[in-house]
């Protein structure tokens, strides 16, 4: 009953909030013309609905820096739990902080008019947004129907990608004992696990867990639900694939083929290869299990696991650092990782109608765009963190081994602390003195990478993780970037049918993999007609003709 209760209670709060919106709305000016001239120091609150385990309160020396700059503090607040439940109690109080990173539920703070539409302050007081949003600015409107601009995206502009961010990882100590297996299909990444687990049932004194899975909240998509599209030859979408035909929404689940990589999933646990702590551990024992190195797979991105990867580098265990491997259902599949999606408009930073001073506060996200906020959020201080020789950024062997080694360097210095809050230009991408952004070149990468990590990939005959992987020039550039960040109507039908749709998911997915295999085509069918009852072949029509105007929209 509790879980039913909060649900009704939110759906409530939801219903309410174009209602209270409204009652605030006579009572809320937007102080766009407020003075910005002003040196005076002052502070904006932030809401993000992502964790940051790096977050330096704006202590350290490249936030100082910031703040010597701007005159502009931070005091930020970030949720764990994707801001599921704030996000909705914010919008039915109508009280809001100074900018919100809301993420996938932008759409009920847009449809609470809580968000400050920006096209005038971008064209006023940020040029550099201008600069560097480009030709993209058509992807920041919100809607064929409202082409305000109410998030400015915080997405790599003009990203090239040197690593993949997604795929099967396995020990590199699980492949090298093995004499480097070919790791490309889910039975050679089962096999490799079986076959070193009997080899080492423990590691360090504690029993080998095979693959770990993590279903901790909305985490559940990421480690557990979304690797089912890259498995079966298709891109992240969200909880849709998308045909890219026809652009027809389909709940991914449905598709033939997940449920054979879910039935592998279920086989892995009657095998007792899977953790049988998987869909009960919450995220910070998952990384503290991967941290002890006892952990030889897991299917996840890279930032999810980022923090225990540097753990197990800091304590010297290179060897039970993971590599990341491209691998599908069978070989038939082509794993999607590089699929260019186009500049991603949709998730990012607002600017709430609550901000005192939203001329000073966008100046401040113009800032941290700007070839000086750039230089300042990937290389440092100069001087610090890097130096200049023969008029180029160099950064030292001694500053560098930090980067690569200290699992706090980024809270230590500040680099990179605040880059998540502006949109920035990615790798490859040159300044004004014709070197690039960020320090990242595929020299960089493969000169962080660990000795153990260049034996592995010398012995597959790479020089980069990149390297194993179908490249962009493979696929077709997505018309409609990445559905999963096309707002939906805060309290629509469509909106209430994913969320019942999703709450099926984290119930029936848990319950086929741990069932008897004798038994899971009865959970599978199941799970396929609870989610007809809950109303998923509407949803799937309605998906469709979002997908359908945001290509019309974005391919003018």
Same mark, same amino acid.
């Not at 919450?282 to 540097?310: F, N, P």
């Not at 880059?419 to 690039?436: C, I, L, M, N, W």
């Given at each position: 009953?509790? /879980?039913? !209760?909060?649900?009704?209670? #939110?759906?409530?709060?939801? =219903?309410?909030? *174009?209602?209270? @919106? +409204? ?70 109080? /109508?009280? !809001?902080?100074?900018?919100? #990173?809301?993420?996938?539920? =932008?759409?009920? *703070?847009?449809? @609470? +008019? ?443």
């Amino acid at each position: 009953m509790k /879980g039913k !209760y909060t649900r009704v209670t #939110l759906s409530m709060l939801l =219903a309410l909030v *174009l209602f209270l @919106a +409204g009652c605030n709305s006579n009572e809320k000016t937007v102080k766009e013309d407020s003075s910005s001239n002003s040196d005076e120091p002052v502070t904006f609150t932030l809401f993000s609905a992502d964790p940051h385990s790096q977050w330096d309160n704006m202590e350290s020396p490249v936030s100082k820096k910031v703040i010597e700059e701007t005159g502009v503090t931070i005091n930020a607040e970030f949720d764990v739990s994707g801001g599921e439940q704030k996000i909705p109690l914010m919008a039915a109080s /109508g009280e !809001y902080p100074d900018f919100i #990173l809301p993420k996938g539920s =932008a759409s009920t *703070l847009v449809d @609470a +008019g809580a968000f400050i539409d920006l096209t005038d302050l971008i064209d006023k007081h940020a040029p550099n947004l201008k600069k560097i949003y480009g030709e993209y600015i058509d992807r920041l409107k919100w809607s064929k129907e409202d082409p305000s601009i109410y998030i400015l995206p915080t997405s790599a502009v003009d990203h090239t990608y040197w690593a993949p961010g997604n795929g099967f990882m396995l020990q590199h100590d699980v492949v090298r004992d093995l004499d480097y297996p070919e790791i490309r299909t889910v039975k050679d990444f089962e096999n490799a696990i079986k076959e070193y687990m009997k080899k080492h049932p423990t590691i360090d004194g504690q029993p080998t867990v095979g693959l770990s899975l993590l279903a901790d909240d909305w985490r559940i998509q990421i480690s557990t639900t979304n690797p089912a599209f890259y498995a079966t030859g298709a891109s992240d979408d969200g909880e849709f694939y998308i045909n890219p035909e026809t652009h027809e929404a389909t709940m991914h689940y449905r598709r033939p083929e997940e449920k054979e990589y879910f039935r592998w999933l279920n086989h892995m646990n009657a095998e007792g290869l899977l953790d049988p702590e998987s869909f009960v551990q919450k995220y910070d024992q998952y990384l503290a299990k991967i941290s002890s190195g006892r952990v030889l797979g897991l299917i996840d991105t890279d930032w999810e696991v980022a923090d225990a990867q540097r753990a197990l580098r800091e304590a010297g265990k290179e060897e039970r650092m993971h590599g990341m491997y491209p691998v599908t259902l069978t070989e038939e599949y082509k794993h999607h990782n590089f699929q260019d999606t186009g500049y991603l408009g949709g998730w990012g930073i607002g600017i709430s109608v609550d901000c005192e001073d939203p001329v000073r506060a966008i100046k401040f996200l113009d800032f941290l765009a700007s070839e000086e906020g750039q230089i300042l959020q990937n290389w440092g201080i100069e001087g610090e963190n890097y130096e200049i020789v023969d008029g180029k950024r160099v950064i030292p062997e001694e500053e560098m081994n930090e980067r690569n080694n200290n699992a706090n360097y980024v809270k230590e210095t500040g680099v990179g602390v605040l880059k998540g809050f502006a949109p920035y230009y990615g790798d490859g991408v040159t300044d004004s003195t014709g070197q690039t952004y960020t320090i990242a070149s595929p020299e960089q990468i493969k000169d962080a990478y660990t000795e153990t990590e260049k034996e592995v990939l010398k012995n597959y005959g790479v020089e980069m993780w990149k390297d194993l992987y179908p490249q962009k020039e493979e696929f077709p550039v997505k018309e409609w970037g990445a559905a999963f960040n096309i707002p939906v109507e805060a309290g629509s039908d469509l909106e209430l049918v994913m969320q019942k749709c999703l709450d099926i998911v984290k119930k029936r997915i848990p319950e086929a993999i741990l069932a008897d295999p004798d038994d899971f085509d009865k959970v599978w069918d199941k799970f396929m007609k609870d989610l007809e009852k809950a109303g998923v072949e509407d949803a799937e029509k309605a998906y469709t003709e979002l997908v359908k105007e945001r290509v019309e929209l974005w391919n003018k």
